[in-house]
């Protein structure tokens, strides 16, 4: 663990990516799959969209981060997952990096915003989101990664998040019913269903703007701190 020395750093400030969610940053990932087993089906796309703040403390969505990924050796691939999301593993021309490349380029990506944002940690924001985060957890096992930003089992479920807000729990209703595009022809592609996530991830986290400020301001008053910028933990492994 990264030691700091010298002066206390600030407290995150409430309107900031820090101060709203206690030093962490928010990334959306889906991932396409040649199954339903972490251990043992193959990972075949990863997509990470980037969360983003303004100056009001309004979230949107950032840059997308999407990646082919090679099947890695003695995968399972099932017929009945590659119908649902059109993918050709072993296309000659399908881009695909191994594991351990499209993560470490996808983690860099996050780390730089983790600085950039004077965020602690990366937590994963995903629809049905122990789904995602199960199969990064095993690929970066698989790919033996040392520096992974994620927190390991902590995540944002947006299926929760819409079934409290919206009343509705699949992905493409959700969209729709808050307002956002929805394309049945797109869907099932790792950056496209990240990007719509990210979008409904911002669209409900503002509406709750103002309950979290108030939130914050009696956290405040019971004497409770918030989490302290420390852009040095970005640098853990």
Same mark, same amino acid.
């Given at each position: 663990?990264?030691?700091?020395?010298?002066?206390?750093?600030?407290?995150?400030?409430?309107?900031?990516?820090?101060?709203?969610?206690?030093?962490?940053?928010?990334?959306?990932?889906?991932?396409?799959?040649?199954?339903?087993?972490?251990?043992?089906?193959?990972?075949?796309?990863?997509?990470?969209?980037?969360?983003?703040?303004?100056?009001?403390?309004?979230?949107?969505?950032?840059?997308?981060?999407?990646?082919?990924?090679?099947?890695?050796?003695?995968?399972?691939?099932?017929? =009945?997952?590659?119908?649902? $999301?059109?993918?050709? *593993? +072993?296309?000659?021309?399908?881009? /695909?990096?191994?594991?351990?490349? @499209? &993560?470490?380029r996808?983690?860099?990506?996050?780390?730089?915003?983790?600085?950039?944002?004077?965020?602690?940690?990366?937590?994963?924001?995903?629809?049905?989101?122990?789904?995602?985060?199960?199969?990064?957890?095993?690929?970066?096992?698989? =790919?033996?990664?040392?520096? $992974?930003?994620?927190? *390991? +089992?902590?995540c944002?479920?947006? /299926?929760?998040?819409?079934?409290? @807000? &919206?009343?509705?729990t699949?992905?493409?209703?959700?969209?729709?019913?808050?307002?956002?595009?929805w394309?049945?022809?797109?869907?099932?592609?790792a950056?496209?269903?990240?990007?719509?996530?990210?979008?409904?991830?911002?669209?409900?986290?503002?509406?709750l703007?103002g309950?979290?400020?108030?939130?914050?301001?009696?956290?405040q008053?019971?004497?409770?701190?918030?989490?302290?910028?420390?852009?040095?933990?970005?640098?853990?492994?």
């Open positions: 663990m990264s030691e700091t020395h010298g002066a206390e750093p600030a407290p995150a400030a409430p309107g900031t990516m820090a101060g709203r969610f206690r030093g962490f940053l928010p990334v959306v990932v889906d991932v396409e799959t040649g199954g339903f087993n972490a251990a043992t089906d193959a990972l075949l796309e990863i997509a990470a969209v980037m969360i983003d703040i303004d100056a009001d403390g309004l979230l949107r969505r950032g840059v997308t981060h999407s990646y082919h990924v090679k099947p890695f050796d003695g995968a399972r691939i099932e017929p =009945a997952a590659l119908q649902v $999301n059109g993918i050709d *593993p +072993f296309h000659p021309l399908r881009p /695909a990096l191994p594991e351990r490349e @499209a &993560l470490q996808i983690f860099r990506e996050i780390r730089h915003a983790m600085r950039d944002y004077g965020c602690r940690r990366a937590i994963l924001v995903g629809h049905n989101a122990a789904f995602d985060l199960g199969f990064l957890n095993a690929t970066v096992r698989r =790919a033996d990664i040392k520096r $992974n930003p994620f927190h *390991p +089992f902590s944002f479920d947006t /299926a929760t998040l819409a079934g409290a @807000a &919206l009343g509705q699949v992905l493409a209703k959700a969209a729709m019913v808050a307002g956002l595009d394309d049945p022809s797109s869907a099932h592609s950056s496209y269903d990240a990007e719509r996530t990210a979008e409904l991830f911002c669209l409900v986290c503002n509406r703007r309950s979290a400020l108030e939130a914050q301001a009696r956290a008053a019971l004497g409770w701190q918030p989490q302290p910028s420390d852009p040095a933990a970005a640098e853990e492994p």
